[in-house]
C-alpha cells in the first residue's frame, strides 16, 4: 500500500497548493469577464496576505484577519478600478503599479509595524483557521482505501479550503443563473449592448472588480493563516501570475478555473515531493522543470497550438461612448 | 473625431504634466513614511545626501542608473512600436546565461576591452532570442505579447535556477552561482570620473565602464527612433497599424525586429551587475531592474534623454534608500519598490487624471494657448 | 392626422465645434412608419440617439405621446416605451437569443424566472408579428437578417410601443430587406410607431407614410411619401449646390492602365462588401464611382491598393497582373506607379502625432532620396516637403509642426502632394474633399484634373455626386457592392441618384 499512501498524500498536498490559486484563479475571472484585465492579482493577494495576518496577531482573531484581508485587497482593487474603470488608464499599467506598490508596502509597513525583518508575529493557533475534522474521520481512518481518502483528502482542512472549492460551483451559478452574472459576461463581450439596455458600464465593472478584491483578499488570508503562521516577505512567489496562467488555460471558465488550479498544484506538489529524486521511466527531472510547466503550457494555449483561449471581447479596453 | 484632449503648449505636456503625477507618486510615498513613523521631509533629506552628497554615492547612484537606462530603453523601444514588453527581467536574466558563457571561457584568455564587446554581444543576442519568441507568437499566433513576456519571465527564473544550480556551478562550491570571473571579465571602474570634480576618494563603487555604454545606447536609440528608416516604421506602427498597413511596412518584421532591440537591450542591462560589480553571474542577479524600466519608461516618456534622468533618479532612489534604512531603520530599501509602483500609477496608469484640470487651468488664464486645432474636422 | 407619439421640439445638440443637431423639430404621428433620410454625416443618427438617450440634448423638448418626457438615459426611453435597433447591432455574439432578449429586462435577481418568461413571451410575439428565431441559437451563428429581428424583438419584450431603425437594411439582403419591411408594416397594423432611419430612397417610398429631410442637422422637410417624388427627395437631400466649375478640356484616353475583374472582397465579419466588379481605367481619363457610402467603395478601394486581400479577381497595372488576393502589398504597388489617397486620412493616410514632413514620405520612405544609408535623410525629407508645401500651399508653411495642428484642408492637401509629386502612373483617390474647406476643394480638383491632363489614370470615389460630375469622365455607379450603371459626365445628377439609391436600371436609364 506504500504508493497508495504516497498517491494520498501528494493529492492532499496538491489540494493545500491549489487553494490559493483557485482563490486567485476566481478573482481574476470576475474582472476579466467583465473585460477589466488584472495581472495584479498578485499583489492584491500579497497585501491581502499581510493585512490579514498583522490582523490576526494583533486582534487575536482569524475571523478579523480574514476581514482585513478582504478589505485591503478590495481597496487596491478599486484603485485599479479607479485607473482603468474611472480614468480609462492602461490596465496593465495599472496592475503592474498595484503588485508593486503591495510588494513594497508590505515589507515596509511589515517592519515597521512588527520589527522582525517583514515578518509579521508568529500566529497562535487560535489566530489562525485550524483544520475541520469531519465526523468519523478519526473512526475510518484504518480502513483501507476508503479510511484515509475520507480522512486526509477529504477532511482536515481548514475552512477556507472547502470555501474556495465551494466558491467553482458558486462562481459558476452567480455567472450563469443570476442577473448579476449575465450582465457581467455581457459587459465583457459588448459594453455598448449593456450600455443600450439601461445598465450602468462603470458600476458594472466596479462591482466586478470588488468581488476579484474580495476573493484575492481570502486568497491571501490563507496564505498567511492556513499554509503560513504569519505573513513572510514575497510569500505569493508568483502565485497571482500562475493563477493568471490557469485562468486563460481554463478558457475564463470556473469548473475549468478548478481543474487548471489543480493540474498547477499537482505539478507543484509532484515537484515538492520528487526534489530531485529520478522517475521510473523518464528518470531525473530537475525541478525547475515542473516549476516552469504551467508557464509553459499556457503559452502553449495562448499560442493556439492545443486548443484556442479567446479572452473576453471587450477585454482591457476601456468603454468609451461611441459618437 | 475629435480629439480627446485640447492641445496644451509642449512645455505643459512634456514637463509640467509629468512632473505634476511625479509630484502627486511623491506626496503618496511621503504619506507611507508618514505611516511608518518618520518624517518624510527628513527622509528625503537623507535620500538625497545619500545619493549625492559624496561621491561614494555618486557613484553607487550611477551604478544604479546604469542598469536602469538599459532596462527603461527597453520598455521604450517597444512602447514606440505600440508594444508592451514586461519581459525585461527574463531577457535580462537569460542575457546572464550568454554572459557567463562568454566570461567563464574567455576571462583567462582575452583582456577585458576585447572581453566586453564579445560579452554585449553575448548578452544582447540572448536578451534578443528571449524575446523573439514572444514577438513570433504575438505577430503570428496572435497571442498577447504582455501575457506571453510574464510567463516568459518565470520560465526564464526557471531556466537560469536550473542552470545555475545544476549545471554552470563549480564542482564543490555552496552558492547556486558561477566561479568569480577573472580580470578579463571585470569593467573598469570610472570612480576616478567623479573624483574629478573634486570629490574625495571613492573606495569601492562598482560604478564601471557599462555606464559609457549605457549613455551610447541612450544615443543610439535616439538614433534609431527619430532618425532611421526603422524607427519611422515602428513609430508609425505604434500610433497607427492602419497606416502602417497602408504605407506598406509589414507587421511581422516590425515586431520581430522591434521586441528583438528591445530584448537585445534588457540583455545588456546584465552586464552591469555581473562584470561590473560581483564578477559573476549568481541566482537573481536583475532582482526587478527589468521592472524598474517600465517605471523608467512610463517616467521618462520613453524618450531618451528622459529615460536616463528618470534612471538616476531612480539611481538615487536605490543608493540614498540604502543611506535612508540606515538613519531609519524602519524605511528599507523596499520604499523604493513603493515610490516605483507609485511612479507606475500616476506616470502611466492615471496619467491623464489631472489633465482636465490643468487644461482648465490654462484655459482661463489664457484662453490662446489652449488651442483646438482639428477638433471634430471632418467628423 | 393622428395623435403625436413622438414629438421633438427645437433639439439642439453640438459636439465641439461641430453642430450635428439645429433646432429640429419632428412629430410622429402614431400607428405610422415614418422615414427621416439625409446624407452621411447630416445629422440622422444623433437625433434618434438623443430620443433613445444615449446623448443629451442641449437645449429642445421631447414629447411621448403628447407628455413631456425627461430622456436622460436609455433606461427612461424603455421606460417610455421607445426601442431602438442600432445600425451596428447591440447583441453579445456569444449569448443566446434569450440571454440577449432579457439583458438589462430580467425580472429579478435570478434567471430561471426571467428566461421562462422570456421564452413563452417570444411564442407569443412569433405569433403576433411572425418573428420567428430559435430562442436557444448563439448570436454569432445566426445571419444578419435573424440577428436584426432579434433586435427588434429586445425592443417588443421591453414594450416598446415606438420602434427606431437606423439603417437598418445597410447589411441586409434585398430579400431579408423585403421580409424585415412586411414586418414593420405589421408592427404599424398592430398600432405601434416606427420611425426608419436611411439614406435609401427607395426603401423610403416603398414603405413609409410619412418622410422627413435632414441636411448638414438641420430638418429640411417633411413630405406624406404620397405626395412626394424620388426625384424632390433626392433634391432635398442634397441641397441646391453652387456647382464648382472646374474648367477641364476634352479627355484624351490613351492606353489601359488599370484593369480589374471580377473582383469580390468581403469585410472583416465576411459580408461581401465588393461582388463581380470589373472596370478599367485609361491613362488620360479620370473614373468616377458614385455611391452612398457604404457600398463596398471603401472596400474596392482598399483592394486596389492592396490593404485589404480581395477573395477573388484579378487585375493588371499596366499590362501585368498584380495579385490582389494575397501578394500584393501597398508598398510594391507603389513601386510600380499606383498611388492612393486614402478615404480616412486621419487613420491611413496620415499619422496625426507626426511632423509634417514625417508624413510627407509615408508610404514612399524606402526612396533613396529620402535616405542616408539606414538613416533618414532629414534636411532631404524636410527640403523635399517644404517644396511641397510651396507647391501646394499648405498652412501654415512649417514642415516641422505636427500633422494633427494643420486644418483638414491642409491635411489633405499633405496627402495629395505626398502621391501627385511622386508621379505615379495610376493615381486612386477616396473621398478627396471629405473635411476640406471650399478653398481648398478647388485647389483639390484642379490638380486632379492636371493628372489626367498629364496623360495619368485616374480612379475617384466620391460621395460628393457633385464632384464625382463635374470630375469624371466616365461615372460608375456603385450599389450594393456591384456596379450598377455606366454614364457619361453629362448624365443628370436626378439620373444618377436614382442609380445610387438602388432603382432598378430599367427605369433609371432614360
Known amino acids: ?323 | 473625431m475629435s480629439a480627446p484632449y485640447a492641445k496644451l503648449p509642449a512645455w505643459a505636456d512634456y514637463g509640467l504634466i509629468p512632473l505634476v503625477n511625479l509630484a502627486v507618486a511623491f506626496i503618496v510615498a511621503g504619506l507611507v513614511v508618514l505611516l511608518v513613523g518618520e518624517n518624510p521631509f527628513r527622509a528625503a533629506v537623507i535620500l538625497v545626501e545619500g545619493a549625492f552628497g559624496r561621491g561614494q554615492g555618486i557613484a553607487y547612484t550611477l551604478f544604479y542608473a546604469t542598469t536602469f537606462i538599459f532596462s527603461g530603453l527597453s520598455v521604450a523601444v517597444a512602447f514606440h512600436c505600440g508594444l508592451f514588453n514586461i519581459g525585461g527581467e527574463g531577457q535580462g536574466y537569460i542575457a546572464g546565461l550568454g554572459i557567463a558563457i562568454v566570461c567563464l571561457s574567455l576571462d583567462s584568455v582575452l583582456p577585458w576591452y576585447l572581453l566586453f564587446p564579445i560579452a554585449i554581444a553575448a548578452a544582447a543576442l540572448f536578451g534578443a532570442l528571449w524575446a523573439l519568441i514572444p514577438a513570433w507568437l504575438q505577430a503570428k499566433r496572435g497571442s498577447h505579447i504582455v501575457i506571453t513576456t510574464i510567463m516568459f519571465n518565470f520560465i526564464a527564473a526557471s531556466i537560469m535556477v536550473y542552470m545555475l544550480v545544476d549545471v554552470i556551478k563549480p564542482v564543490g562550491a555552496m552558492a547556486p552561482q558561477t566561479r568569480n570571473f577573472l580580470d578579463g571579465a571585470q569593467l573598469p571602474k570610472l570612480n576616478w570620473l567623479i573624483e574629478l570634480f573634486g570629490f574625495a576618494k571613492i573606495r569601492s563603487a562598482p560604478f564601471n565602464i557599462s555606464f559609457i555604454l549605457a549613455l551610447v545606447m541612450a544615443w543610439l536609440v535616439w538614433l534609431l527612433i527619430w532618425r532611421t528608416k526603422l524607427g519611422y516604421e515602428m513609430r508609425t506602427y505604434g500610433f497607427s497599424p492602419k497606416a502602417a498597413r497602408y504605407a506598406g511596412i509589414s507587421e511581422t518584421r516590425i515586431i520581430l525586429v522591434t521586441m528583438m532591440i528591445s530584448g537585445a537591450l534588457s540583455g545588456m542591462m546584465a552586464l552591469n551587475p555581473t562584470m561590473g560589480d560581483q564578477h559573476n553571474v549568481a541566482l537573481d542577479f536583475v532582482s526587478g531592474a527589468g521592472f524598474v524600466g517600465i517605471a523608467v519608461a512610463l517616467m521618462g516618456r520613453s524618450h531618451p534623454v528622459g529615460i536616463v534622468l528618470a534612471s538616476i533618479l531612480f539611481g538615487m532612489l536605490y543608493q540614498g534608500g540604502a543611506e535612508l534604512s540606515f538613519e531609519m531603520p524602519n524605511i528599507s530599501r523596499d520604499m523604493i519598490v513603493i515610490i516605483q509602483g507609485l511612479v507606475i500609477l500616476f506616470a502611466g496608469a492615471l496619467e491623464h487624471m489631472f489633465r482636465p484640470a490643468i487644461q482648465a487651468l490654462f484655459a482661463s488664464l489664457s484662453p490662446k494657448s489652449v488651442g483646438m486645432a482639428e477638433a471634430g474636422k471632418g467628423a | 392626422m393622428a395623435e403625436a407619439a413622438i414629438e421633438l421640439i427645437g433639439i439642439n445638440k453640438s459636439f465641439g465645434p461641430v453642430h450635428a443637431n439645429r433646432d429640429i423639430n419632428l412629430e410622429v404621428a402614431r400607428g405610422t412608419i415614418h422615414g427621416i433620410v439625409g446624407e452621411n454625416g447630416a445629422g440622422k443618427s444623433t437625433l434618434m440617439s438623443i430620443l433613445y438617450g444615449f446623448y443629451q440634448a442641449d437645449s429642445g423638448e421631447i414629447k411621448v405621446n403628447g407628455k413631456p418626457a425627461s430622456i436622460k438615459t436609455s433606461n427612461d426611453a424603455i421606460a417610455a416605451g421607445i426601442g431602438m435597433v442600432h445600425q451596428h447591432f447591440m447583441l453579445v455574439d456569444n449569448f443566446t437569443v434569450l440571454e440577449n432578449v432579457i439583458l438589462g429586462a430580467e425580472s429579478n435577481a435570478l434567471l430561471n424566472s426571467s428566461i421562462a418568461k422570456a421564452r413563452s413571451e417570444l411564442v407569443r410575439l412569433e405569433r403576433e408579428y411572425g418573428l420567428q428565431v430559435n430562442p436557444d441559437a448563439l448570436i454569432e451563428e445566426l445571419p444578419v437578417g435573424l440577428q436584426q429581428r432579434v433586435e427588434i424583438l429586445k425592443a417588443l419584450y421591453r414594450g416598446a410601443e415606438i420602434l427606431i431603425l437606423d439603417e437598418p437594411t445597410g447589411v441586409l439582403t434585398p430579400a431579408e430587406a423585403d421580409h424585415l419591411f412586411r414586418i414593420l408594416k405589421q408592427l404599424k397594423e398592430q398600432g405601434k410607431t416606427v420611425v426608419l432611419i436611411t439614406h435609401k430612397l427607395r426603401e423610403i417610398m416603398a414603405i413609409t407614410d410619412t418622410v422627413s429631410v435632414m441636411r448638414q442637422g438641420t430638418m429640411v422637410a417633411t413630405r406624406e411619401t404620397a405626395k412626394t417624388t424620388v426625384e424632390e427627395l433626392a433634391e432635398l437631400m442634397v441641397g441646391r449646390r453652387v456647382l464648382l466649375r472646374v474648367d477641364k478640356g476634352e479627355a484624351k484616353p490613351g492606353a489601359v492602365k488599370l484593369s480589374v475583374k471580377n473582383l469580390v472582397v468581403r469585410d472583416s465579419r465576411g459580408v461581401t462588401m465588393v461582388d463581380d466588379v470589373s472596370f478599367e481605367v485609361r491613362a488620360g481619363e479620370i473614373v468616377g464611382i458614385a455611391g452612398v457610402a457604404g457600398n463596398g467603395q471603401s472596400e474596392l478601394l482598399e483592394a486596389i491598393s492592396g490593404i485589404r486581400n480581395a477573395v477573388s479577381g484579378s487585375a493588371m497595372l499596366d499590362g501585368k497582373p498584380i495579385d490582389l488576393t494575397g501578394a500584393a502589398d501597398p508598398g510594391e504597388l507603389r513601386e510600380r506607379g499606383l498611388a492612393h489617397v486614402p478615404e480616412d486620412r486621419h487613420h491611413v493616410g496620415l499619422v496625426l502625432a507626426f511632423e509634417e514632413n514625417e508624413n510627407s514620405i509615408l508610404g514612399y520612405h524606402d526612396d533613396p532620396r529620402y535616405l542616408k544609408g539606414p538613416l533618414l535623410n532629414i534636411d532631404a525629407i524636410v527640403a523635399d516637403a517644404k517644396d511641397k508645401i510651396e507647391k501646394y500651399d499648405i498652412r501654415p508653411s512649417n514642415p516641422r509642426l505636427k500633422t494633427a495642428n494643420f486644418s483638414g484642408g491642409n491635411q489633405q492637401k499633405i496627402v495629395l502632394a505626398r502621391e501627385i509629386e511622386q508621379d505615379p502612373g495610376v493615381l486612386i483617390v477616396g473621398q478627396p474633399t471629405r473635411g476640406v474647406d471650399v478653398g481648398a476643394i478647388e485647389f483639390i480638383h484642379k490638380r486632379l484634373i492636371a493628372m489626367r491632363d498629364a496623360g495619368k489614370a485616374v480612379l475617384l470615389v466620391s460621395v460628393e455626386l457633385d464632384e464625382i460630375r463635374s470630375l469624371s469622365d466616365r461615372i460608375l455607379v456603385m450599389f450594393a457592392g456591384r456596379i450598377v450603371g455606366e454614364r457619361g459626365p453629362e448624365a443628370g445628377e436626378g439620373e444618377l441618384g436614382l442609380l445610387m439609391a438602388g432603382v432598378e436600371q430599367k427605369e433609371a436609364a432614360e
Open chain 1, 1 to 323: 500500500m506504500d504508493f497508495f499512501n504516497v498517491a494520498v498524500q501528494t493529492l492532499d498536498s496538491t489540494i493545500r497548493l491549489s487553494v490559493p490559486l483557485l482563490l486567485a484563479c476566481l478573482a481574476g475571472l470576475y474582472s476579466e469577464r467583465s473585460g477589466i484585465f488584472d495581472i495584479g492579482l498578485e499583489g492584491k493577494m500579497l497585501a491581502g496576505a499581510f493585512a490579514s495576518a498583522a490582523a490576526a496577531s494583533v486582534f487575536h482573531s482569524a475571523w478579523i484577519g480574514l476581514g482585513m484581508g478582504i478589505l485591503i485587497s478590495v481597496a487596491l482593487a478599486l484603485v485599479h478600478g479607479f485607473a482603468s474603470i474611472t480614468h480609462r488608464g492602461n490596465q496593465i499599467v495599472s496592475g503592474v503599479a498595484i503588485n508593486f506598490v503591495a510588494a513594497g508596502s508590505t515589507i515596509i509597513l511589515g517592519q515597521a509595524w512588527f520589527q522582525q525583518g517583514g515578518r509579521t508575529p508568529a500566529l497562535a493557533p487560535g489566530e489562525r483557521f485550524e483544520a475541520i475534522v469531519f465526523p468519523g474521520a478519526d473512526a475510518i481512518r484504518d480502513v483501507p482505501i476508503i479510511g484515509p481518502i475520507y480522512s486526509e483528502l477529504i477532511s482536515g482542512h481548514s475552512l477556507l479550503v472547502y470555501i474556495a472549492f465551494l466558491a467553482v460551483p458558486f462562481t459558476w451559478w452567480v455567472l450563469f443563473r443570476t442577473r448579476f452574472g449575465l450582465r457581467l459576461r455581457a459587459v465583457g463581450e459588448n459594453p455598448a449592448a449593456v450600455d443600450t439596455a439601461g445598465i450602468s458600464v462603470e458600476w458594472l465593472r466596479y462591482r466586478a472588480v470588488i468581488c476579484t478584491g474580495i476573493l484575492t483578499g481570502i486568497a491571501g488570508a490563507y496564505l498567511a493563516m492556513v499554509q503560513n503562521a504569519g505573513f513572510v516577505k514575497d510569500m505569493t512567489a508568483g502565485k497571482g501570475f500562475i493563477a493568471l496562467a490557469a485562468l486563460i488555460f481554463a478558457k475564463w471558465k470556473p469548473v475549468n478555473a478548478m481543474f487548471a488550479c489543480l493540474l498547477f498544484g499537482f505539478l507543484d506538489a509532484i515537484a515538492i515531493r520528487l526534489q530531485g529524486s529520478p522517475l521510473p521511466v523518464i528518470g531525473k527531472v530537475p525541478v525547475q522543470f515542473m516549476q516552469a510547466l504551467p508557464y509553459v503550457l499556457t503559452v502553449v494555449l495562448l499560442a493556439g497550438f492545443i486548443g484556442k483561449a479567446i479572452p473576453p471581447r471587450a477585454g482591457g479596453v476601456p468603454y468609451v461612448k461611441e459618437r
